[in-house]
Structures are given as structure tokens and as C-alpha cells.
């Protein structure tokens, strides 16, 4: 059974930054996009950034610039470091694992990831 765990979120001032980790365990790890979803209170979770297999990249308008997804595939681990982060970028974060294996297109929505994590609350405030 596939298991996805994020950790790392926590309070934060506007302008700082912060690194959300998410493990996954129960297959093979290196041939699977892995993404990071928001939700913000009264709204509909939304995508946040996205790392393909390859290792290349995709970014919501909103947090490009900003935030960058990598992967360590010898610990099955994605990260989200942020930096410069402001009141709107607090939510509840969620990785997920997609369920394409092997995938290389553009196309990153919530029903294509199969695992999701339990969620991490981020909060930007003063």
C-alpha cells in the first residue's frame, strides 16, 4: 500500500520561508510525478507544483519565482522549499503521488494523483 507523509509546515512571517518534505513508500518512487496541492480556508484545493520522473518541473502562476519542488529518489522524498511567502500562500499543503508512471506531459490535476498525504498547515502571518 502506498503511503505519502508530508512534513515541515508551520507559522511564518510574511517574506520568510519555509521547506515542507513529503516521503513515500509502498512503490517504486523514481518513475511517478510527484505534485503539492493547497487548500486555503473556504476555498477548493488547488495546484501548487509538480516534479515529473525526469526530474523536470511545473509551477502554478501563483507561486512561480517563489517556490521550488525537487526530488531525492534515494530517499523517496519530494520537497517544497518556499521563500518569500505571503498571507494568501496560507492553506493546508498536500502531496500526492501520480498515478502515471512514466509521465512526461503538462497536465497535473487532482484526479491524476492516485496517493495523497494527510495535509500540512502553513500559516504567513505577522
Known amino acids: 500500500q502506498v503511503q505519502v507523509v508530508e512534513s515541515g509546515g508551520g507559522l511564518v512571517q510574511p517574506g520568510g520561508s519555509l521547506r515542507l518534505s513529503c516521503a513515500a513508500s509502498?512503490?517504486?518512487?523514481?518513475?511517478?510525478?510527484m505534485g503539492w496541492f493547497r487548500q486555503a480556508p473556504g476555498k477548493e484545493r488547488e495546484f501548487v507544483a509538480a516534479?515529473?520522473?525526469?526530474?523536470?518541473?511545473y509551477y502554478a502562476d501563483s507561486v512561480k519565482g517563489r517556490f521550488t519542488i525537487s526530488r531525492d529518489n534515494a530517499k523517496n522524498t519530494v520537497y517544497l522549499q518556499m521563500n518569500s511567502l505571503k498571507p494568501e500562500d496560507t492553506a493546508v499543503y498536500y502531496c500526492?503521488?501520480?498515478?502515471?508512471?512514466?509521465?512526461?506531459?503538462?497536465?497535473?490535476?487532482?484526479?491524476?494523483?492516485?496517493?495523497w498525504g494527510q495535509g500540512t498547515q502553513v500559516t504567513c502571518s505577522s
Open positions: 500526492a503521488a501520480d498515478k502515471r508512471e512514466y509521465y512526461t506531459g503538462r497536465y497535473f490535476r487532482e484526479n491524476d494523483f492516485a496517493y
Open positions: 509502498g512503490r517504486t518512487f523514481s518513475t511517478y510525478a
Open positions: 516534479i515529473r520522473w525526469t526530474g523536470s518541473t
